[in-house]
């Protein structure tokens, strides 16, 4: 593990993004409840939360955090048939949460993928990476608009 313990502790915000593509029918399953396995988004959006406290345990050499923070959202895109997964993580500490809300986002995803897996095995998952993060020594960066990519850059809340 990186020694972390001569750097101050700032407060630390990080903001990823991701999606899940799937066809219509299984993405209006999802949006009226009707997937066979329950209520995919509510699950999806705990089962991140819960990734993005247990970092440390699942990508080596991670620090354990203190997370003040940690928020999994969804927008439903129904002209390109995806769900847009966004996390923010937080903390007052002494390295970044970019791996907090990365794994919450993947987890997000891969939860998505799992509960309507009966209705469509060829979702994909994808597009999955860091948005903005701010606090510490390097300071501030913020995913620059890309030609095809996402607007949603920008300020952490």
């Known amino acids: ?36 396995k329950g209520d995919v988004l509510t699950t999806a959006q705990i089962a991140g939360i819960m990734a993005a406290k247990r970092t440390h345990e699942l990508i080596p050499l991670c620090h354990p955090l203190p997370l003040t923070k940690v928020d999994v959202d969804f927008e439903i895109d129904e002209e390109g048939s995806r769900i847009h997964i966004t996390a923010v993580a937080r903390c007052t500490g002494q390295t970044g949460v970019e791996m907090e809300a990365l794994t919450a986002v993947s987890m997000a995803a891969l939860t998505i993928y799992d509960m309507a897996k009966a209705a469509e095995k060829t979702m994909e998952i994808g597009q999955v990476r860091l948005v903005s993060k701010t606090g510490g020594k390097s300071g501030d960066w913020h995913r ?8 949603r850059g920008g300020e952490a809340d």
């Open 144 to 151: 620059q608009h890309e030609e095809g990519s996402s607007p």
């Open 1 to 36: 593990m990186v020694g972390v313990g001569h750097k101050r502790a700032t407060e630390r915000v990080a903001v990823a993004e991701g999606e899940v593509r799937m066809r219509r029918a299984t993405l209006k399953l999802i949006v009226e409840g009707d997937a066979p």
